[in-house]
């Protein structure tokens, strides 16, 4: 792969400095130029360009994550309008997007380079709200304040009404978000493979208490009814907005809308059955002796040969 310029997406607190250094001098030797947001300068050395945060994607050839779900779900919002592959170095915590671990991470760049690695295309979901498109990649949350009520929406799939919900939270999420706030809350784990969009009340009191999975060629439309307490619209986690009492938010699939680098799909898959395992999907134990790392895994076997005679 020809590039030219790679964007570097920080995690907006933790300690990347040492993940930037081994980006910094893998750059240098390729003579590829690096790119951060401007308010990120003074977090990385003087050889990464600093760029307005609008155009750090816009600019760079390919995207690097450095951190976890939501520095990838960042670097994903900020390529929406013209996907560029993003490559995600784990410096988080229980990580689903992220592939890379700090260690392989030269050997990755080399193989970016080379143009040898698969891309797996993510849908995003599309909020009108206040006239403005805005996108998340895992969930749109209508979430209550504490103390003040409860959400009460009701639910309109394309224009037809199909009832209300009472609860403290509704989630619409995408496959990819089927793992996170949407299965806390009682959805279902969706394969990534799948088009669809699925709807969970978190804690429901009355109305809908299910999740509902719907086609993503639907719109889903969902209006505060009279007597909703105040409640904030979240992207991904994020605030759009907060305190309302009264109006609608329109959703709709957007299908290929991120491009995430995957360098060995099999591996990444097995990595994330074992994350699964740790929420309360058990693995059998052959399954997860095949999750550790060889050189343990063959120790293990050494160790229940039966003794020699």
Sequence with gaps: MDRSRLGLVLHPT????????????????????????????????????PLPVGEVAARSDALIAIGGDGTMLGALRAAV???????????????FLVEVEPPELSTALDRLVAHDFTVE???????????????????????????SGFVDASLAVDGQQYGYYRCDALVISTPTGSTAYSYAAGGPLVSPAADVV?????????????????????????????GSGPIAVEMDGLVIRDASTQGAVE???????????????????ERNQLKLSLLDLPLLPDQLRELLPESLRDRLNRRELPPPR
Aim: hydrophobic share 40%; aromatic share 4%; glycine share 6%.
């Design 81 to 95: 309008h013209d996907p560029k592959p993003v490559l995600g170095v784990h410096v988080g915590k229980l990580g």
């Design 121 to 147: 295309s993510h849908s995003c979901l599309v909020c009108d709200l206040c006239g403005e498109d805005l996108v998340a990649f895992n969930d749109v949350v209508l979430i209550r304040q504490p103390g």
């Design 198 to 226: 699925v709807v969970s009340p978190s804690a429901p009191m009355a109305g809908i208490s299910r999740a509902v999975v719907l086609s993503p060629d639907e719109t889903i439309r969902l209006e505060l009814r009279d």
């Design 251 to 269: 959703v709709r699939y957007r299908r290929d809308a991120g491009l995430v680098v995957r360098l060995d799909p099999r591996r990444y898959q």
């Design 14 to 49: 933790r300690d990347v400095s040492a993940v930037v250094d081994t980006i910094v001098t893998w750059a240098a030797r390729h003579r590829i130029a690096l790119a951060v947001r401007a308010e990120d300068r003074y977090r990385v050395p003087a050889t990464v360009e």
